[in-house]
């Protein structure tokens, strides 16, 4: 059978092949009754669509925008909040006629895991270097990693998410500082006086403290600056991201003994459900033997019981202000200053914080 083209739907309806294309791709410049004449045509003679490939090369752009992800993208898929993320990008991109390819950070370079679990390189693994697109939304990711740099050899039109903002590109942040210090100010405000902070741990820290990842190093300054103000040196405790189970053998150290804090600041909603099961195993009260403040405010929060009082993040916010950005750096080039985009904080109070007993 042969190919349906352009100019066989021309020929079946009586008009030029350019005014078949217009159908298509430019459909304001034709009248709707004869749009829809072409369009029945092309439905007749089972035409499936102008070749994306030939289309591309056409225009000179691909219409798909990567999302280079730090984590694998089943463990991705588990995390309520990058779930969330991913979900209010590919919306805003689908309003903007775009499509997104998820890509993953290269093999090798993930410090969020123990060393033992650092994946080596995945079957099917593609580099970002080798993926045709437009522009690209780096999400977290270790600066340490190959395919941003290759992103930046390629000159390609980036946003950063979560991260150190780049000299050159735009950037679209959560004001973390602002949220754990009023989360630690809320627990100061208590009588709390015995605090611990369970946060994330990498395989590259400073005094401690994750130097490359944005999130959890601004949390912790926050964290600190609330507990300082008012004489309290906090107990800190790391805990991998993966495996999950990590969060509970961490807790379980800090809570399993006399001295125990009476309240714990936790580096997202996650660290926090983990640390109310270890409680409550130990048969510890929440919050009557012990307060729990999380970080997020994902639909885990108010799932939990209690109800986890937490830091409240605009997460859908931050994808389609990403996106938004990165169209208008597509638009404009490199020219200007590239755009600083801080969303707010708040912290929202629940059920799982009260004063010592």
Partial sequence: MAKVTLQSIADRVGVSRMTVSNAFSRPDQLSSELRERILVAADELGYVGPDPAARALARGRTGSIGLLLTDELPQAFEDVVATEFLSSVADALTHEGLAVT??????????????????????????ARDVAMDGAIVYICDPASSDIAWLQRRGLPMVSVDRDP?????????????GARAAAQHLVDLGHTRVAILT??????????????????ERMAGWREALEAAGIEPEVVTAWFRPSDEVEVEARKLLDRPDRPTAVLCFSDAYALGV???????????????SVVGYDDSPV????RPQLTTVH?????????????????????????????????????????????
């Fill in 276 to 290: 109310i099961s270890v409680a409550r195993s130990l048969g510890l009260r929440v919050p009557e033997d012990l």
């Fill in 102 to 127: 998820l890509l993953t950070s290269g093999p090798g370079e993930l410090r969020t895991r123990p060393p033992d679990l650092q994946r080596s390189v995945p079957s099917g693994f593609v580099p």
């Fill in 200 to 217: 994330l741990r990498t395989n590259y820290e400073v005094d401690g403290v994750p130097a490359w990842n944005y999130p959890a190093r």
């Fill in 301 to 304: 929060a108010t799932a939990s």
């Fill in 313 to 357: 993040q605009e997460v859908a916010t931050k994808g389609h202000e990403a996106v938004r950005a990165l169209v208008a750096a597509m638009g404009n080039g490199k020219t200007g200053t590239p755009e600083r985009i801080m969303l707010p904080t708040s912290l929202v109070v629940r059920e799982s914080t009260a004063p010592p007993a």
């Fill in 166 to 178: 780049s000299p050159d590109a735009p950037s679209v942040n959560v004001d973390d500082r602002a």
